[in-house]
């Protein structure tokens, strides 16, 4: 069983930066990809990016291509998201996932498990 819990959402303007971190606890993760999802009020969860563990590839959902940045400490188990540029559009509930698979995938039903979700709320 794995354990993933988010933390460093707030409150920020447009153009402004946050990072968001995941620590996962239970085991290691070398065939693992771990990633992020967001939903806003009345949307579908919609796919961030993902990280693939054992060698640090990564895939990000069009949206935010260029501005956010999913890394992994692989050291403390952690799984990073830079949030650069921050859009009011992107204001949602972020939640960390993670899949006992080595394939990314951009649907959540590939994900095994979830964190509680952090909210981002990005003002103009």
């Known amino acids: 069983q794995v354990q993933l819990v988010e933390s460093g959402g707030g409150l920020v303007q447009a153009g402004e930066s946050l990072r968001l971190s995941c620590a996962a606890s239970g085991r290691t993760f070398s065939g693992y990809t771990m990633g992020w999802f967001r939903q806003a009020p009345g949307k579908e969860r919609e796919f961030v990016a993902a990280?693939?563990?054992?060698?640090?590839?990564?895939y990000y959902g069009d949206s935010v291509k260029g501005r956010f940045t999913i890394s992994r400490d692989k050291a403390k188990n952690t799984v990073y998201l830079q949030m650069n540029s921050l859009k009011p559009e992107d204001t949602a509930v972020y939640y960390c996932t993670a899949s006992r698979s080595h394939l990314a995938t951009m649907s959540s039903r590939g994900y095994d498990y979830w964190g509680q979700g952090t909210q981002v709320t990005v003002s103009s």
């Open positions: 990280v693939r563990w054992s060698d640090g590839s990564t």
